[in-house]
């Protein structure tokens, strides 16, 4: 039987061993993590599995110009912009949605880009590239890449008729099967066209909170992206939920769930997403070259068609697609644009009344 | 070394004092530099209107603590995760010190080593995935309610999914490793002589056990406690994924206002609320506590 | 009687491992079947597994994890014991205010304290970094250890070391040959959880970690938008059998629970 000694010296042996353990380990790990980083390296920020990290598009791009790319990612355009406060100097390319540039602008985390250099700028349609959520003072500090639809789909299984009207949401029928994404812009905007209001400034916030509420008995779970919309659905758990018109389109094509998006009469949330370039970039050169790249037709129709994804900024690049394109013939449907209320910038304020109410339409549905 | 024994009280006394130095500085600066000071940070902008960052002018306001009086659902909201606490703490203990009994007294050997270690086990496991799988079996027409219908066909389906029970369980599962292994380590400590001593004096099993063995494991139950109650009041993430529409909690809330709306301020507010919150029940606790102590130190 | 409570109590621990197994299983499960969206019923494939081979990134990140989580729990398993050993066996004046600080580290969401760790770190020059990620693991990690090693520590008392004082024992011999092995399932106990908070530590890594540097529950959960795929089961599969292996290797080669 081994004593107590026996233990006290193998106590402090192991105790000795796993601190120089540790403490190697974790040298050797530095160093492995150090050796990693270069000069010619172009650091991208973005949603993860939002096209700039395609694989094929990297090493395609790095064989071109040398550039490698390295990815950090967010998961919330709050992060988004934490992570260029609190990351100076770190980042070059950044995702910045069209509703925020006009404030990352105004707080100097992203510079203005010299389109004279960006061989795709002309192909760009007008509305979204010159749109003034991306031009400010005269200058360029987004460039308009990717467009969509924030709307709702359904589980085409469950659900035979086409609905047409927002108010889908709240019909009885579908009582305890509605699915809806937890965002108190996106909600109050729901709200808001489902009242009749302007999505961007409702007149009436009460009316939309009455709204939201009436959602008690329809409601089963939030989700808060794309991955947890498709588990939801294949799972039952919801046959009808608020959804993005991208991420629809690859839950069809990529995942090949019965899946159909409607955009209905009242009309639905339009948003455009742009590539800016942060301030103090320490790849200047190799930025310009990536978001040139990114708006190509040459990049987008091959993440279209193999992976999926929102509608192109770029006239050129969407007529390149096949015909029977998701982004061809449901984004390209006449009288579409007329239906959309793009998201507009919203100022601090607004954004912190917005999320009280959800938060307590929340508190409230959670009864 | 053995100059200490004659040495004058004053000696000893400073000598007690390094040792105190010495074995609480360094974790405790650790903490202050990495946690402390920044939180202090923290504090200072709760009285803020806005972070003062990007050249942002922040003015002193009161209002993000106000706010929490005012704006009746955060009240809500805090009864509710603190509901959330309770349930869950006292569920670990139910089930969790029984299991600690067995380990510590009624299982010889190398088995309890390794069954002891197949406790911690879960821990390693990542919370997120852990989660996932809750869901694969408690939604309806998951496994569990599979199992059911085989077992008895005809029942109504399993409606447990996306509500608090969920929710429960998998903070329950989650959590009760922690006080499994605090009562382990409390009760393996307590001699065996001193329950057979009990017991040739005439005590029953039922008094043994009250009088010995409970106040004994205290220490146990109580770390079990703290390190249960005070993170699920403020989790989220299992509330979120388990709970569905009812899956709102404090935590939430908090979150929300670093990933979804820029309002550093009111989300420090909320998080020393939770922590006067956590210190008060404490300090209302403190005498029952210090009577059940006593006895041991 | 005693017999009759022994096995009860014993079927009882049975049914309680079932219970904190059975998500485990199921993790286990899943990752054996070839729907990637989690589809029952099960199809047998381990396409999975073969798909992990090739998957850089997560393979990386878990080395990450592993070692960042050896190294946060010798620093932290040693600063905890030393700091509970105080608190147990001394009185001293300010005792009550440091047991009080160790609660903000387990009450404030570590969302907070990640933020401001990152505010701080930046303001004075350290930035992100794998120093940073270690300071930060660390500091959580010390209140659980405290915690565990006091509980052990309070339920023991000071008696046998106040014996071995009056046997002439010195404070060194003293901690060393008792204090020490008395500790030691408190300390093991609070190693392991410190490996626990380490390895499944996501905001903090999110926030301090160097871009490029990830780390498994970092992967994982951000993995949530773009897809969560059985990958995932099958690396925590993987992790789960050698950890139970090193465990059970471990248990067979150091007695720690006392002779009895």
Same mark, same amino acid.
């Given at each position: 039987m081994r004593s107590n000694s026996d233990w006290r010296g193998s106590t402090r042996r192991n105790f000795a061993r796993y601190l120089v353990l540790g403490g190697l380990a974790l040298a050797a790990g530095s160093m492995g993590a150090a050796g990693a980083a270069s000069a010619k390296d172009l650091h991208v920020l973005n949603w993860q599995g939002y096209g700039t990290d395609e694989a094929w598009a990297t090493k395609l791009f790095e064989e071109r110009t040398g550039c490698k790319v390295v990815h950090d990612y967010f998961n919330s355009e709050e992060e988004m912009l934490t992570k260029l406060r609190t990351n100076p100097g770190t980042y070059d390319v950044v995702l910045i949605n069209s509703a925020f540039t006009q404030a990352a602008a105004k707080e100097q985390l992203i510079q203005a880009i010299d389109t004279s250099k960006l061989t795709n700028w002309k192909d760009l349609n007008p509305k979204l590239r010159d749109s003034t959520y991306l031009n400010t003072g005269g200058k360029t500090y987004g460039l308009s890449w990717v467009w969509g639809v924030t709307?709702?789909?359904?589980?085409?299984?469950?659900?035979?008729?086409?609905?047409?009207?927002?108010?889908?949401?709240?019909?009885?029928?579908?009582?305890?099967?509605?699915?809806?994404?937890?965002?108190?812009?996106?909600?109050?905007?729901?709200?808001?066209?489902?009242?009749?209001?302007?999505?961007?400034?409702?007149?009436?916030?009460?009316?939309?909170?009455?709204?939201?509420?009436?959602?008690?008995?329809?409601?089963?779970?939030?989700?808060s992206s794309e991955d947890e919309w498709n588990k939801h659905l294949q799972g039952g758990d919801f046959e009808i939920a608020t959804y993005w018109s991208g991420s629809a389109a690859r839950s069809k094509k990529a995942f090949k769930l019965p899946v159909e998006f409607v955009i209905p009469k009242e009309g639905a949330i339009g948003w455009f997403d742009g590539l800016s370039i942060a301030a103090n970039a320490p790849n200047l050169d190799c930025a310009l070259k990536f978001i040139d790249f990114m708006v190509s037709p040459e990049f987008y129709v091959k993440w279209d068609t193999t992976v999926g994804a929102p509608a192109s900024a770029n006239d050129k690049a969407n007529a390149a697609l096949p015909a029977d394109a998701f982004n061809r013939v449901v984004m390209g449907q006449p009288g579409l644009q007329e239906r959309l209320f793009y998201m507009a910038p919203l100022t601090d304020d607004q954004r912190k009344q917005f999320t009280e109410l959800w938060e307590s339409v929340k508190t409230e549905l959670g009864k | 070394m053995s100059a200490s024994r004659h040495s004058a009280s004053g000696s000893a006394a400073s000598r007690r004092r390094w040792a105190v130095i010495g074995l609480t500085g360094p974790a405790y600066l650790w903490l202050a530099f990495t946690v402390l000071l920044p939180l202090s940070a923290m504090l200072y902008f709760s009285f803020l209107t806005v972070a003062p960052i990007g050249a942002r002018v922040a003015e002193p306001t009161l209002g993000n603590y106000l706010d929490y009086f005012r704006k009746g659902f955060y009240l809500t909201l805090t009864g509710r995760s603190l509901w959330l606490g309770v349930w869950v703490t006292v569920l670990c203990l139910l089930l969790g010190f029984p299991a600690a009994l067995a380990l510590a007294k009624y299982v010889k050997g190398r088995w309890r080593e390794a069954l002891f270690l197949l406790v911690v086990l879960p821990f390693w496991s990542n919370a997120l995935v852990r989660t996932f799988s809750w869901t694969m079996v408690l939604r309806s027409d998951g496994m569990l309610d599979n199992a059911l219908q085989a077992v008895f066909p005809g029942l109504p389906h399993l409606d447990i999914m996306f509500t608090f029970t969920a929710v429960v369980i998998g903070l329950v599962h989650s959590f009760l490793p922690y006080m499994i292994l605090t009562c382990y380590i409390s009760l393996q400590a307590i001699d065996d002589s001193l329950l057979e001593a009990a017991r040739s004096l005439g005590a029953a099993g039922p008094t043994v056990f009250r009088r010995i063995v409970l106040p004994l494991s205290m220490p146990g139950i109580l770390a079990g406690t703290i390190l249960i109650f005070v993170p699920v009041i403020?989790?989220?993430?299992?509330?979120?994924?388990?709970?569905?529409?009812?899956?709102?909690?404090?935590?939430?809330?908090?979150?929300?206002?670093?990933?979804?709306?820029?309002?550093?301020?009111?989300?420090?507010?909320?998080?020393?609320?939770?922590?006067?919150?956590?210190?008060l029940i404490l300090a209302a606790f403190y005498p029952l506590l210090r009577r059940n102590l006593q006895g041991l130190a | 009687m005693t017999r009759l409570w022994g096995t009860a109590l014993r079927v009882y621990l049975a049914v309680t491992l079932a219970f904190l197994y059975l998500p485990i299983a199921v993790m286990v499960l899943m990752a054996f079947n070839q729907s990637p969206l989690y589809k029952l019923p099960m199809v047998w494939d381990t396409v999975w597994f073969e798909k992990l081979v090739d998957n850089d990134r997560l393979l990386t990140a878990a080395a990450h994890s592993i070692v960042l989580a050896l190294a946060n729990t010798a620093v932290a398993t040693a600063l905890g014991t030393m700091a509970a050993f105080a608190f147990a066996r001394y009185q001293f004046r300010g005792k009550t205010l440091l047991q009080i600080l160790l609660f903000p580290p387990i009450t404030i969401p570590w969302l907070i304290i990640g933020t401001s760790m990152l505010v701080l770190f930046f303001w004075i020059g350290i930035g992100r970094g794998l120093h940073s990620l270690l300071l930060g693991h660390v500091a959580l990690?010390?209140?659980?250890?405290?915690?565990?090693?006091?509980?052990?520590?309070?339920?023991?008392?000071?008696?046998?070391?106040? *014996? /071995? +004082?009056?046997?002439?024992?010195?404070?060194?011999?003293?901690?060393?040959? #008792? &204090?020490?092995? !008395?500790?030691? $399932? %408190?300390?093991? *106990? /609070? +190693?392991?959880?410190?490996?626990?908070?380490?390895?499944?530590?996501?905001? #903090? &890594?999110?926030? !301090?970690?160097? $871009? %490029?540097?990830?780390?498994?529950p970092v992967e994982i959960y951000s993995s949530i938008r773009k897809g969560f795929t059985p990958e995932i089961n099958a690396i925590s599969s993987i992790i789960i059998f050698v950890s139970m292996g090193l465990m059970l290797v471990f248990a067979r080669l150091y007695r720690f629970g006392g002779e009895r």
């Open positions: 709307s709702f789909a359904y589980n085409t299984d469950d659900i035979k008729t086409k609905p047409e009207s927002v108010q889908a949401l709240w019909d009885p029928a579908y009582a305890g099967k509605v699915g809806w994404r937890d965002d108190p812009v996106e909600a109050v905007a729901f709200g808001a066209i489902a009242t009749g209001q302007d999505p961007n400034n409702p007149a009436d916030l009460d009316k939309v909170k009455q709204k939201l509420l009436a959602l008690k008995p329809q409601l089963k779970t939030f989700w | 403020g989790s989220f993430m299992e509330p979120r994924i388990l709970g569905g529409r009812g899956g709102f909690m404090l935590g939430n809330v908090i979150e929300d206002q670093f990933t979804v709306v820029f309002n550093w301020p009111l989300g420090a507010a909320l998080s020393f609320i939770l922590l006067a919150i956590v210190l | 990690s010390i209140p659980y250890v405290v915690v565990v090693v006091g509980a052990r520590l309070k339920t023991f008392g000071p008696v046998y070391e106040e *014996a /071995a +004082a009056t046997l002439g024992a010195t404070p060194w011999q003293r901690f060393w040959r #008792i &204090s020490a092995p !008395l500790m030691a $399932p %408190g300390v093991i *106990a /609070a +190693a392991l959880f410190a490996f626990a908070v380490s390895f499944d530590q996501f905001v #903090i &890594s999110y926030f !301090l970690a160097p $871009p %490029g540097w990830t780390t498994l």
